[in-house]
């Protein structure tokens, strides 16, 4: 098969809006395809997150010294807690041709595209705004006050989304994950992501050329 180069892939939306189960599905589906980047955070684990899988959990203090070591793609402060990107495994999974998928907040989102326009920016909600708070609810792992401001946030997120390329709407995961699936696969053939093959091309057609 063709190599291909990898694109790079930000993942973003609401709180309670299933874009954790829905990156999961995707790796799972297609694991030849794409690699999802681990973050590090400065907040506790949740009941059932591990290490090295969910996240890496650092004091604030190893956080951010990986920030000053030049370790780190990106970092936000969300909430009250850092989260970041380490860079290491973001370029190695790039350079394989695998599309790598930051699952990260607007903040950092919007650094990874200032510093590399080419990323394609996708952002996913519930179908509406009784849906994320049930969700949130529903977790169970969150008490009213932290659910409020993380609806506060949600308001706020709203604003910046027309900054990003697509918005996949999560009704029922199966569709969404396909669509998701459909949206990168097709950005593979958007023409200035193709400009190495064409210039190739160029070269065997000049072979003809009278
Ligand atoms: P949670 O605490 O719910 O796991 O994550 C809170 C928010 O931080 C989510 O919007 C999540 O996408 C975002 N996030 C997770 N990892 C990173 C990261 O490495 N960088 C940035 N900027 N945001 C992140």
């Given at each position: 098969?063709?190599?291909?180069?990898?694109i790079l892939?930000?993942f973003?939306g609401?709180a309670?809006?299933?874009k954790?189960?829905i990156?999961?599905?995707?790796?799972?589906?297609y694991?030849?395809?794409?690699a999802?980047s681990v973050s590090a955070t400065t907040?506790?684990?949740?009941?059932?997150?591990e290490?090295?899988?969910?996240?890496?959990f650092k004091?604030?203090?190893?956080?951010?010294?990986?920030?000053s070591s030049?370790?780190?793609?990106?970092?936000?402060?969300?909430?009250?807690?850092?989260?970041?990107?380490?860079?290491g495994?973001v370029?190695r999974?790039?350079?394989?041709?695998y599309?790598?998928?930051?699952?990260?907040?607007t903040?950092?989102?919007?650094?990874?595209?200032?510093?590399l326009?080419?990323t394609?920016?996708?952002?996913v909600?519930?179908?509406?705004?009784?849906?994320?708070?049930?969700?949130?609810k529903?977790r169970?792992t969150?008490?009213e006050?932290?659910?409020?401001?993380?609806m506060a946030?949600?308001?706020?997120?709203?604003?910046i989304?027309?900054?990003?390329d697509y918005?996949?709407?999560n009704?029922?995961l199966?569709s969404?994950?396909?669509?998701?699936?459909?949206?990168i696969?097709?950005e593979h053939?958007?023409?200035f992501?193709?400009?190495?093959?064409?210039?190739?091309m160029?070269?065997?057609?000049c072979?003809?050329?009278?």
């Amino acid at each position: 098969m063709e190599r291909r180069n990898g694109i790079l892939v930000v993942f973003s939306g609401f709180a309670g809006s299933g874009k954790g189960t829905i990156m999961k599905e995707l790796m799972k589906r297609y694991p030849e395809r794409y690699a999802l980047s681990v973050s590090a955070t400065t907040r506790s684990p949740r009941p059932g997150e591990e290490e090295g899988v969910d996240y890496f959990f650092k004091t604030e203090g190893e956080f951010l010294d990986l920030v000053s070591s030049g370790q780190m793609l990106e970092y936000a402060n969300y909430v009250g807690n850092y989260y970041g990107t380490p860079k290491g495994y973001v370029e190695r999974k790039l350079q394989e041709g695998y599309d790598v998928i930051l699952e990260i907040e607007t903040q950092g989102a919007l650094k990874v595209k200032e510093m590399l326009p080419d990323t394609l920016l996708m952002y996913v909600t519930p179908p509406d705004a009784d849906t994320i708070y049930n969700r949130l609810k529903g977790r169970a792992t969150e008490d009213e006050n932290t659910i409020a401001r993380r609806m506060a946030k949600a308001y706020e997120e709203a604003d910046i989304m027309p900054k990003y390329d697509y918005w996949v709407v999560n009704d029922d995961l199966d569709s969404c994950v396909e669509k998701v699936n459909t949206i990168i696969e097709n950005e593979h053939h958007r023409m200035f992501r193709n400009k190495e093959k064409l210039w190739v091309m160029k070269q065997q057609l000049c072979c003809y050329a009278k």
